[in-house]
């Protein structure tokens, strides 16, 4: 556990460099910054660059930060990084565009499927019991890698000459490598002795972004 920790942080320092670094040397002619507002109230960071290729192709790199190992009793620590090229119908950084995107993503927290607490069988597949008498009963938790491909939509509102809004949304494929554990004791429930791999195709991007144009 201590040895995946580490692993963990070193990762997730070193994609928030990779990341933050990319963003400054975009910033240039031609270039907008972004942060996803719906998202600030919860403590929640998702920022990105975007810098136009061609009259109506653009590339933009992004970032999500959730930094919470507890919200609201659920775990959501993410660390994402995104690279997305857009197509824009009409001029770059206006009105209705389409893109594609990869990310990469480290992460602990809890998919849908396991917020509530549910109970833990014993090695025979009975539920387990506690020295009161009572089932033991726990909810789970994954930490892990994501890989994320997939196609996004969306439209660029222009306020004035700098200012903007970018509502967009997207789903993709993500393939993760994970490990689960039970919340009460950290141990392993999902039987893998090494990594458990999952795939599914999943809405991945939604956001209302305000943007400045440099």
Same mark, same amino acid.
């Given at each position: ?5 580490? &692993?963990?942080?070193?990762?997730? *320092? ?25 998202? &600030? ?22 970032? *999500? ?81 994501? *890989? ?35 919340k009460d004791n950290h141990e392993r429930y999902d039987g893998a002795k090494k ?14 972004? *305000?943007?400045?144009?440099?």
């Amino acid at each position: 556990m201590l040895v995946y920790k580490q &692993i963990f942080r070193y990762l997730t *320092f070193k994609v928030l460099i990779v990341a933050v670094s990319f963003c400054f040397l975009w910033c240039s002619a031609q270039t907008e910054v972004k942060i996803n507002a719906p998202f &600030i109230p919860i403590g929640i960071f998702n920022g990105a660059v975007e810098k136009a290729v061609t009259e109506k192709i653009s590339v933009q790199a992004e970032v *999500f930060v959730s930094p919470w190992k507890s919200f609201a009793g659920k775990n959501l620590q993410i660390y994402m990084g995104t690279l997305e090229g857009r197509y824009y119908f009409d001029e770059v950084m206006k009105k209705w565009y389409v893109g594609a995107y990869g990310s990469i993503a480290l992460f602990n927290l809890q998919k849908w499927n396991y917020y509530n607490a549910s109970t833990v069988p014993d090695e025979n597949g009975n539920p387990q019991r506690l020295p009161d008498g009572s089932i033991r009963m726990t909810e789970r938790f994954q930490k892990g890698v994501s *890989f994320i491909f997939g196609i996004s939509g969306g439209y660029h509102f222009e306020i004035n000459s700098k200012l903007g809004l970018d509502v967009f949304a997207g789903i993709g494929t993500s393939q993760s490598i994970y490990k689960g554990y039970l919340k009460d004791n950290h141990e392993r429930y999902d039987g893998a002795k090494k990594w458990n791999k999952s795939g599914e195709m999943i809405p991945t991007r939604v956001g209302v972004m *305000f943007t400045y144009k440099l």
